[in-house]
């Protein structure tokens, strides 16, 4: 079983949180590119501006998700730091106190239903609403998930945001 945990596909650098297994996942992300990477530079030089342009400042949070090898994922322009440290103390919260289903709404992008799986675990239906296609929402599927697992990386998580 795989909880939130480093997400290869997902650029590295800035905070993640990812919830799911490696077919079936919602991922929460903020970005950092490095000006430096080799891909970096030859995109930037592709588009016509330097790697400091391309990478930005690193800022915008992201939802990603994957459901049976079909993945995609939106921006979530506007949004700070503050909500989605929100979002994972409430599901960290959630996780402590519950001993049955649970919602973590985290907007109009992204909730959370969670139900018991197993003795010390959870399976997540999330429920994602790409902002720019308001009436199509998907739905993502976990598998079971350890609690204790899950409760480490929400802490890694929000200390990267501290």
Do not use: C, K, N
């Not at 490696?22 to 930037?44: E, F, I, M, N, S």
């Not at 322009?77 to 103390?89: H, L, M, S, T, Y």
């Not at 003795?119 to 429920?127: R, S, W």
Request: charged share 20%.
């Amino acid at each position: 079983m795989e909880g939130v945990r480093p997400v290869s596909p997902i650029p590295a650098g800035g905070p993640a949180l990812f919830i799911g297994t490696d077919t079936d996942y919602v991922a929460l992300v903020r970005p950092a590119l490095d000006p430096a990477d080799p891909g970096v530079r030859q995109a930037a030089e592709q588009a016509g501006v330097t790697p400091e342009e391309l990478a930005g400042p690193g800022d915008t949070w992201a939802v990603l998700f994957e459901h049976g090898g079909d993945g995609d994922g939106f921006e979530l322009p506007g949004v700070r730091d503050a909500e989605p440290a929100d979002f994972a103390e409430r599901l960290r919260a959630e996780l402590t106190a519950a001993d049955g289903p649970f919602t973590v709404d985290g907007g109009a992008a992204l909730r959370l239903d969670a139900s018991p799986a197993g003795p010390d675990g959870y399976a997540f239906t999330a429920h994602v609403t790409p902002p720019d296609d308001a009436g199509t929402p998907v739905t993502v599927e976990t598998g079971p998930l350890p609690s204790a697992a899950l409760l480490t990386d929400l802490d890694a998580f929000l200390g990267s945001l501290a």
